[in-house]
């Protein structure tokens, strides 16, 4: 394959990967935005999404569409409310509390891996995508399912921005995240609303694992490559800024596609993860985030 | 510090260093050997807990000093032929470098900002570890040959694979970094550190350059902890990838946080604890995993002391 083939079959991986990356970071995002959380435990809400995922769509008989479409729906719903009772039972304890949080949500990392692989295993499994078309470029085929990733992912993110932005639950969120003092004085149930923001977090990251999972396998230790990409693009995009997180996913999606396909992943890693720690020394507000207050 | 007077947290340290010194003729052969490395990661902890318990900051990266001390030890050994004493001003050396670059880095932020910065720095020493395979032995790790693991003092040459002598030195590098610890929390530039882990803004209005004094204490805490990696490549002969992971990170926090953040014996009593959990759960279920996060959110949970921050707070206000 000549040059310019194998770079759109790079960027088309890329754009995949930034995808679902997107939809990961966005709730590590909203998370760290609303609640000041930093949320170790993301990438194992994601872990569980695709786990789910493989046991709903085996569960389910018939074509594979149906399992799928199943799984997408239950699989989140399962997730969030797993991170809804962790929320009530271990964060508001702790009274959100930046660095106690961090240190119980690693607890809460172990714990949901160590079950994953007891109840689990530790093997590879995979789910069958709800259709296997390839569209016929004139260079390779590529997925249809693949594309279809991309689609959903777009149309989740302007989804996630309407609500954010038009209806009144977006406004109470973005109020609490302004200043949540103020908005408790205004009579806004802040408690819920962080506890609404956690399961909403760990649902994005369970619906972006669902979407992945046809082409990449459910295993339990799948967590922890989202979860160092999703901070990355959290930083780089600035925490807290939608519009930043967006930009960053395809930015380091992109250039992750790129840069594994023409030098070792390993190296990709190292580079992206050095800058990104970089950026966070030099630039804490993110390359497109403003300072904050 | 309620009370000033120097003798009594002397006498108790002092004693903890001579009933270790006396359970090494004792216990049973087992216990002996996982009490040897105890002590070893009982002096990593130490490393962290000056950092964390005394001066405040949390790092989630600490694991890169301890390998870069396992592996600056370690692999001058084995590539290069040192002797056991080089090797490990060696693994020294490596972690205080690398502390200094990290802390002049990392120092530039606070609070969550710093626990991020860490783990990516971490993060990023460990897959150089896996990326550097062709000399580090990547995931698979390296074994130290036993005949390389002679320490020759003048004339004397001591085995360091034998059980007594690894006791004995593991000993000896608790006993001099607990002694260390304990001088720095007592000293005028131990008081320092509290105070810029109580009110960095104040301390700093109150004349005291709170960027250095950092600096500092994570050179000394890095350094230390590199010293826990170099002992263990040097007396248990091995060096992994595994040691640099984020695991290695999140534990010296636990053993910290249970033992007693900011208490000088607390990281001894936290690791002695866990490790002795962990080694109980195993032999019952391969889930020791599920341990660790239990026992990391019942800490922060009910118990953000731990035990010897609850007992000085309850019946020993003493305890350095």
Redesign the interface.
Known sequence: MHFGPHLLLAALEGLVTSAVLALTALGLSLVFGVM?V?NVAHGEFFMLGAVLAWAISTAISGHPALGFLAALVLAPLIVGLIALLAERL?LR??NYN???T???T??????I???A??FYGPEARPVEPPFSYRILLPWFGYSGYKLSIIAASALLLVATWLVLTRTKIGLIMRATQYDSETAQAFGIPVTRVYAGVFALGAMLAAVAAVLIVPISQAHYLMGQDPL?LS?IVV?IGGLGSLRGTVVAAVLIGLSDGIISVFF?P??A??IA??L???V???R?QGLFGTASR | MKDASPAKPYALHLGVIALLFALSFVLPEYHHGLLARIMVLAVFAMGYNLLFGYVGLLSLGHAMFFSAGLYGAGLAVIHLGWSVSAAFAAGLACGALLALVIALLALRTSGVAFMIVTMMFAQVFYLVILYLAAWTGGDQGMVVPQSMRVLVLGSTSLDLTNPTVRYMSALALFSIVLLISLAIVRSGYGRVLVAIRENEERTKMLGYDTFSNKLAAVIVSGTICAGSGAAYALLFGYVGSSFASVQYSILPLLWVLLGGAATTLGPLIGTLFMYYVIDVASGYTSAYLLIVGIALILLVLFFPKGILGSIRQRWLGWLP
């Open positions: 000041r930093v271990v304890r702790l930046p660095e106690a961090i240190v119980a690693i607890g809460m990392l172990y714990i891996q160590q079950l692989l007891t160092l901070f930083i070792s390993t190296l890693k190292i993860t050095l990104v720690a970089m966070l020394v030099f804490p």
